[in-house]
Each structure stands twice: as C-alpha cells, then as structure tokens.
C-alpha cells in the first residue's frame, strides 16, 4: 500500500519540479527591475526567516520523538501544566517574526506606490481590454497592443486604465501585481534593469479567455528604444498588389468600426492595427505574426479564442487571404 503511494507522489513532485526554471521569461525569483528587485527582497527574508524557523521546529521535534520514544521500562514522563516563561516566549517570539517580516513589507509597499512622478519618466497608458492589451505612449504619439516596448535604464509610469471589467497587470520580472480597476487609476513606476524580453499575464479573472491574455514586454537599449519609435511613428507604405486589394476591402469593411490605421480607419473597440506585422505575436501572445494563423484568425476570432470581441464576420477565403496581405504589410 505504501509503496505506490509513495511512487505516485514522487512522482508528482519531479513532474511539478520538471515545470519550474529559475530563469524563465516569467520567473518571480530573476528580477530584471527595481520594483522587482524590493519585492524579491521581501520574499527571501520572508523565505529565509521560513527556513530558519521550520529547522528549529523540526529539529526540536525530531529531538523529541527520539528523546521521549517508547522505551520497555520507561513509564509516562511527568506533564506540565502552565508555564509562564513558555507562554511569553511563545507569544514574544511570532510577534517578533511578524515583526521582521512587516518592516521591510510596509516600507516596499510604500515605495512601489510610486505617488512621485520620477522626473523624465516615460508615461504608457496600459488598458485591460477582455482580452488583450492596450499601450498608448501619448507623448510619443505611439499606439500599440500586447507588446510593451521599453527602454533600459529609465523611469516608467505605468497608467492602468480598465475600460471593461478587472483584470490585474503583472510581468513577474518586473513587478506587479497590480489590479487594473474600472473607473480607477492605478499606477506601477518601474526601471527596468536590464535589456530583454518579458512575459506578462493578465492576474485577475475577467472572463472565458482570460488565460489568453497574455503580454510581453521587450527592454531594448535606448537607441534601439528609439528606433522602435521612430518606426511606430511613421506611417505603414502604401500596399501594392493584394495588399492594396485587402486595404479597399478592409476599408469598406466593419473592421474600420473597431480597429483604427493610422490614415485609414479611427476605431477603438479592438488593437490599433497601424503596424500589426512589426510585432511577432497576435492574439494577447497566442500566436506569431504569421499568413496562415492571421487568415485562420480572420475566419473564426471566437472559434480560436473563446469568447473574442471580434465576431465571425464570414469572410470567404479570399477575402481572408486579401486582408492577411494588408496586414501582413503593416510593418
Ligand atoms: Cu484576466
């Protein structure tokens, strides 16, 4: 009887374990900013302290066992009742624990409040749509979806903003969790440390697809930073081809509705669209910038992603495949 229980949960722990990477795009224990860093902090005096007091526990009672055990000849040790010295030990001892532990917690909580704006900070609006992501750097006049591009080494406010219902913004390396409020504003200033991509998720249940709404936050060096800018800001090439056959379609189209192209269309339902090819992935992370995955998408939103804002607009092939050249184009 023993034996496979004590396989399966073997078992369980390496298939747990074989999930885990130190150093993964989403790990809580390689922070890459300074919010991350303090909030590492606080977990490993929280983790240490654990540590420290499971030995004492452990090895007391192991003592114990092996001190008191059953022994032919040994009667019952003698009991006690009431003991103030224990007593005010064990009541002063968690409350010094607690102590230790809410110290450093109270004063990272109050840093990572962030209420001072930090001079030359870059301010992104960041908006919780179900179900995917919206960036607005207003002072650079960039619009983008799912994919936050910041530079390395400078201060950033993040504005979150909720325009449906809760979600929570948290890129485990660079801090967060932040709750994304409908009709409040909240805020995460960060610097991130160093330069590299991210994975973010939404932290907050919000609905059907909410474990598919993911992000990710590349940190490029401040030149490259401005590069991406530069190429945001200019607007796509003129399409050719089929691309220009997919541009007069999508323009006749309920796309226009919801989506905005800078010189084409102003919606504000779903990502703005003006350079849907210059990032590699769609769908809030679900899937690559790629002809076949952009036509299955056009074809089915809902199918693909259960729940998704953007209706089946039954589109024939062609007409899929004429719009994917358009977008595909948008670099
Ligand atoms: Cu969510």
């Given amino acids: 009887m023993?034996?496979?229980?004590?396989?399966?949960?073997?078992?369980?722990?390496?298939?747990?374990?074989?999930?885990?990477?130190?150093?993964?795009?989403?790990?809580?224990?390689a922070p890459r900013s300074d919010v991350a860093r303090a909030i590492h902090g606080v977990y490993a005096i929280i983790t240490w302290a654990t540590v420290g007091i499971a030995l004492v526990v452990f090895v007391g009672l192991g003592w114990v066992l092996w001190r008191y055990r059953a022994r032919p000849g040994v009667g019952p040790v003698s009991q006690t009742r009431g003991?103030?010295?224990?007593?005010?030990?064990?009541?002063?001892?968690?409350?010094l624990v607690l102590l230790v532990i809410a110290i450093p917690t109270i004063q990272v909580i109050f840093r990572t409040q962030g209420a001072a704006m930090p001079p030359n900070a870059l301010e992104v609006t960041v908006r919780g749509w179900q179900w995917w992501w919206e960036f607005r750097y207003p002072a650079l006049d960039v619009?983008?979806?799912?994919?936050?591009?910041?530079?390395?080494?400078?201060?950033?406010?993040?504005?979150?903003?909720?325009?449906?219902?809760?979600?929570?913004?948290?890129?485990?390396?660079?801090?967060?969790?932040?709750?994304?409020?409908p009709g409040r504003l909240n805020r995460i200033t960060l610097v991130?440390?160093?330069?590299?991509?991210?994975?973010?998720?939404?932290?907050?249940?919000?609905?059907?697809?909410?474990a598919n709404m993911g992000l990710r936050?590349?940190?490029?060096?401040?030149?490259?930073?401005?590069?991406?800018?530069?190429?945001?800001?200019?607007?796509?090439?003129?399409?050719?081809?089929?691309?220009?056959?997919?541009?007069?379609?999508?323009?006749?189209?309920?796309?226009?509705?919801?989506?905005?192209?800078?010189g084409v269309s102003a919606g504000v339902i779903g990502p703005d669209l003006t350079h849907f090819?210059?990032?590699?992935l769609f769908g809030a992370g679900m899937w690559p910038v790629t002809e076949e995955r952009v036509i299955a998408w056009l074809k089915d939103?809902?199918?693909?992603?259960?729940?998704?804002?953007?209706?089946?607009?039954?589109?024939?092939?062609?007409?899929?495949?004429?719009?994917?050249?358009?977008?595909l184009s948008l670099e």
């Fill in 2 to 29: 023993v034996r496979p229980a004590l396989g399966v949960l073997v078992l369980a722990v390496a298939l747990g374990l074989a999930g885990c990477a130190w150093d993964g795009p989403m790990s809580t224990v």
């Fill in 83 to 95: 003991h103030s010295l224990l007593e005010i030990a064990w009541t002063v001892a968690p409350a």
């Fill in 143 to 181: 619009v983008t979806a799912n994919e936050l591009h910041l530079p390395r080494g400078r201060a950033v406010v993040l504005n979150l903003e909720g325009p449906d219902v809760i979600h929570s913004f948290w890129v485990p390396q660079l801090g967060g969790k932040r709750d994304v409020i």
């Fill in 192 to 210: 991130p440390e160093q330069s590299g991509e991210y994975w973010g998720q939404c932290a907050e249940f919000c609905g059907t697809s909410h």
């Fill in 217 to 262: 936050v590349v940190v490029e060096e401040p030149e490259a930073f401005e590069r991406w800018v530069a190429a945001q800001r200019t607007p796509p090439a003129e399409p050719s081809g089929l691309a220009a056959e997919g541009q007069a379609l999508y323009a006749r189209s309920a796309c226009v509705g919801c989506h905005a192209i800078r």
């Fill in 277 to 280: 090819a210059s990032r590699d």
């Fill in 301 to 327: 939103p809902p199918r693909l992603k259960p729940g998704a804002k953007m209706p089946n607009l039954n589109l024939t092939d062609a007409e899929a495949r004429a719009l994917t050249a358009y977008l």
